[in-house]
């Protein structure tokens, strides 16, 4: 079946420390992904969204990889600060065209330790 | 400019009752998706409506049933309410329906069914 999952429900990272946070995909014929950072009791917040004729792409702070070979997404944070501790969930946009529908993994929390 | 607004921000209802839950849009988008979110839980899509009609649904029972208005807000109705139904209800907002568009989540209804 279609899915999206995450290698690690929980990271701990110091802070200053970069964080990876990793996702595979199983259908090959997504073309949409997104991160999603979620703190507790707030809905999802946009992070940073990549397109599969893309291999990489950066924001601030974040980068997000993409390998359409083994299906796996990545999301790296580059010197973490406790305000990053939160669920990161990946996300594959299975619209097919005339929608939007996304579908989301299990998240990974995110610890930030002073 | 205001992002995605929903309410109530928290309900509780009892069994067998009906709920409906509201959502205002980002002002320019004309796409509603709705997901439900059980604690632990990545969100999992319902529907998504565009310009008033219904372009996705979800596996969820017949029991959910939503609505798109003129100026685009949206609501989410629930009958007969069973308490698996208890979860954080999001809704996303996009410009359109497509896929590779960006989807904005609201920061959601917390409905606890006794």
């Known amino acids: 079946g279609e899915s999206v999952g995450l290698h690690l429900p929980t990271l701990s990272v110091q802070e200053g420390d970069n964080s990876i946070i990793n996702c595979a995909y199983s259908n090959s014929a997504s073309d949409y992904f997104i991160w999603y950072k979620q703190e507790s009791g707030k809905g999802p917040q946009f992070i940073i969204d990549i397109r599969s004729n893309m291999d990489k792409r950066q924001g601030q702070r974040v980068t997000v990889l993409l390998n359409k070979t083994v299906k796996h997404l990545s999301l790296q944070i580059a010197a973490t600060q406790p305000g990053d501790s939160a669920v990161y969930f990946c996300?594959?946009?299975?619209?097919?065209?005339?929608?939007?529908?996304?579908?989301f993994g299990t998240g990974t929390l995110l610890a930030v330790q002073p | 400019d205001a992002g995605v607004t929903q309410s109530p921000t928290h309900l509780i209802k009892t069994r067998g009752q009906q709920v409906t839950l509201r959502c205002s849009p980002i002002?320019?988008?004309?796409?509603v998706s709705w997901y439900q979110q059980v604690l632990g839980q990545g969100p999992q899509f319902i529907f998504q409506?565009?310009?008033?009609?219904?372009?996705g649904r979800g596996n969820f029972p017949d029991r959910f049933s939503a609505r798109q208005f003129p100026n685009y807000s949206s609501e989410l109705n629930v009958n007969a309410l069973l308490l698996g139904d208890s979860a954080l209800y999001l809704c996303a907002s996009s410009l359109v329906a497509s896929t590779n568009t960006e989807a904005f989540f609201g920061q959601g209804t917390r409905l606890t069914v006794v």
């Open positions: 409506y565009y310009e008033k009609e219904e372009r």
């Open positions: 002002s320019g988008h004309k796409s």
């Open positions: 996300a594959e946009n299975q619209g097919g065209g005339a929608t939007n529908k996304l579908i």
